[in-house]
T-cell receptor
Framework: SQQGEEDPQALSIQEGENATMNCSYK?????LQWYRQNSGRGLVHLIL?????REKHSGRLRVTLDTSKKSSSLLITASRAADTASYFC??????????FGSGTRLQVQP | SQTIHQWPATLVQPVGSPLSLECTVE??????LYWYRQAAGRGLQLLFY??????ISSEVPQNLSASRPQDRQFILSSKKLLLSDSGFYLC?????????????FGEGSWLTVV
């Protein structure tokens, strides 16, 4: 089954900078979700974007979806040290379960 | 509101010993239930999912098994652990496979096989 693949694998930025991470996938999707995982914790849902949407905002998060390129991006603006975490995109492969990529590990330096 | 509980949070087990991880969901009925495993610094691997009592689908052949004895209870087991079973195990639930269903995760169980 397909899964999204995040890029880069790791990202280190300074507080106040923007962080951009990308997700690529291979087949058609109905929606794509982004999740966050603090170290040693479970994943938490951040945002869902449907295949007929190009962009979606939630607070400091901005997600885009380009179905022609089969890619999505997650932008965190004005990052904070508390944003340090791993970020995963998730693809629903039909009537089974969400599959996750390997994630982007974001480190925000105070 | 719905909550998911997973235990134990941490355990260290010798090779060849049995395993039982438990997960319960409260505040909903007939959830879809999942077990994922995450190796250190890696992504999530789907192990099992269940759409109802006694209905288990296995994604990866291995020495682990899952059971769903009650609607909101999901158990991950092994008769004999291997070193390669070490990892972070996450239980999760959704309301179904409908479009846009968010998946809710427990806090995870760290398993170290020594």
């Amino acid at each position: 089954s397909q899964q999204g693949e995040e890029d880069p694998q790791a990202l280190s930025i300074q507080e106040g900078e923007n962080a951009t991470m990308n997700c690529s996938y291979k087949t058609s999707i109905n929606n794509l979700q982004w999740y966050r995982q603090n170290s040693g914790r479970g994943l938490v849902h951040l945002i869902l974007i449907r295949s007929n949407e190009r962009e979606k905002h939630s607070g400091r998060l901005r997600v885009t979806l380009d179905t022609s390129k089969k890619s999505s991006s997650l932008l965190i603006t004005a990052s904070r040290a508390a944003d340090t975490a791993s970020y995963f995109c998730a693809i629903p492969p039909g009537r089974r379960a969400l599959t996750f990529g390997s994630g982007t590990r974001l480190q925000v330096q105070p | 509101s719905q909550t998911i509980h997973q235990w134990p949070a941490t355990l260290v087990q010798p090779v060849g010993s049995p395993l039982s991880l438990e997960c319960t969901v409260e505040g909903t009925s007939n959830p879809n239930l999942y077990w994922y495993r995450q190796a250190a610094g890696r992504g999530l691997q789907l192990l099992f999912y269940s759409v109802g009592i006694g209905q288990i689908s296995s994604e990866v052949p291995q020495n682990l098994s899952a059971s769903r004895p009650q609607d909101r209870q999901f158990i991950l087991s092994s008769k004999k652990l291997l070193l390669s079973d070490s990892g972070f195990y996450l239980c999760a639930w959704t309301r179904g496979f409908e479009l846009g269903n968010t998946i809710y995760f427990g806090e995870g169980s760290w398993l170290t096989v020594v």
